[in-house]
């Protein structure tokens, strides 16, 4: 994905792994941009109803985004041709915006954004019900974005980083939802995708993995199936769909680990009530 000026070099201070951690000022310039892109986000989400085409919402996206001198990280990343993911239905993650897509009345329409702001990346997504949708789809969004929520409330000093991925998997599972492997979340600074990449389960339970210490910034992105998890790319080398084609869900946020616990770069209140909605 394209990015905008590196103003401010990254931090040298990394932990053994090679991960890049940040300085409480960096995180604040990454914090400028998490608010381009929920603020993007708002702006998207308002905008879905039934008719609306994935390429309107792209061109709003980028729009927002470039208001706010900011630059849309996906765009022409690896030839990605959209400044969102759009993913439709069974289209789980990746999906590419297009004029003549248009969504329609009981689908799930998840949307991923970045925005690169002076250098760094704010990378989130939300999943949105287009006009009414089943109760089952409700709930598999919903329950998707809780273990989100738990994924980051894991992200404590002294941490382990598979206990994002027990937090995510100790929320998904219960319901018997299809919850991808294969497919991570991942840290993030002056470059989209950086070291670690953050899986939603933990084989071997919370407790293993790389520490996590003050510093750390990291995309958590569970994505979860109405059905199998089993998946495949289509032919356009991006679009991520359910083989059984049934229908799926995807949340993400960036948060930072600072001194006072995780803080969510790309909520506009920080996550205070996303965190809160767990106790």
């Not at 958590?220 to 679009?239: K, N, Q, R």
Request: charged share 20%.
């Amino acid at each position: 994905m394209r990015s905008g000026p590196s103003a401010t070099p990254e931090v040298r201070r990394r932990t053994p792994r090679g991960v890049h951690l940040k300085t409480p000022e960096q995180v604040e310039l990454m914090r400028a941009a998490g608010l381009v892109v929920a603020r993007t986000l708002e702006r998207l989400v308002a905008a879905v109803r039934p008719g609306i085409t994935t390429g309107e919402l792209d061109a709003l996206a980028e729009q927002s985004i470039r208001d706010e001198g900011a630059v849309p990280s996906f765009l022409g990343y690896f030839g990605f041709p959209g400044s969102i993911c759009a993913s439709v239905g069974a289209e789980v993650v990746h999906g590419i915006p297009a004029p003549a897509r248009a969504v329609q009345e009981g689908q799930l329409l998840s949307i991923d954004c970045g925005a690169v702001l002076d250098g760094w990346h704010g990378d989130s997504a939300v999943t949105v019900p287009v006009g009414e949708c089943d109760a089952d789809l409700l709930a598999l969004s919903r329950v998707t974005e809780q273990a989100m929520w738990a994924g980051m409330a894991a992200v404590r000093e002294g941490g382990r980083l598979s206990d994002i991925g027990a937090a995510v998997e100790q929320v998904v599972r219960p319901h018997g939802y299809g919850l991808l492997e294969d497919y991570t979340g991942h840290g993030i600074g002056t470059s989209m995708h950086e070291p670690p990449a953050v899986p939603n389960v933990a084989p071997r339970g919370p407790g293993h993995g790389m520490a996590l210490t003050t510093g750390v910034v990291l995309a958590v992105e569970p994505m979860a199936t109405l059905g199998s998890p089993e998946v495949v790319e289509l032919d356009d080398g991006w679009t991520v769909v359910t083989r059984d084609g049934r229908q799926a869900a995807h949340w993400e946020h960036t948060v930072a680990l600072s001194a006072q616990g995780p803080y969510v770069l790309t909520a506009l209140d920080g996550g205070r009530a996303g965190f809160a909605a767990l106790a």
